[in-house]
Structures are given as C-alpha cells and as structure tokens.
C-alpha cells in the first residue's frame, strides 16, 4: 500500500483553486511523449509550457515555466501534470456494481 500525503497549507489550497480555474477555463494538460506533457500559460497568451515527469512515484517533476525555473517544483499550476501522470498510470478503480458482483461470490460462506 502507498500512502500519498500533501500538507493542507493555505498556498496549497490557494495553488488548488487557481489549477481548478485553469480546468474550467479549458486550459488541461496534453501527454506530448513519454513522461512530458504540455499545457497553455494561464495568460492564455499563446505560451505554451512543457512538464517533464521525472519520478511519478516520488511526484516529482520539472516545468519550464517561471515558476518551474525557481526550483519551486510543484508550486506552479502545471503539476496538474503529475497529477494526469498518477491518473494515467493508476488502475482504474472498479464500478460498485462490479465490486458487488466480484465479492458476491464470497455471500454465504
Ligand atoms: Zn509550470
């Protein structure tokens, strides 16, 4: 079992909600290659910007944004690359109903 914890700290809360409006903005993260993926400046003025997954297991990642060039890895929007890395490689989760299904045939033993 891996135990993922982040400290719930006001800039973390304050970096969330800026990567939620940037995801309502339509402005997401594209897988280009292996491990890097691309998305638009949040100044939507045409930048584009590149992550480069280094160690998912360990979220660690570079951005080659202004904030990604201050060694403040994860303090920009674009570790919303990592987090598509986490999703990409996780095993989907299953439904309820076929949880249900597959521990129906434990009933009544
Ligand atoms: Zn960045």
Redesign the pocket.
Known sequence: MVKLTAPVTPSWISANERAFANRQAGRTVTLIAAGVYQCPSSKADGTV?TQRILNVGQLQAT?D?P??QHGTAGH?W?SAALAAEVRRVSRLRPSAEEAARKMARFAGR
């Open positions: 910007y951005c944004c904030h990604g920009c674009h």
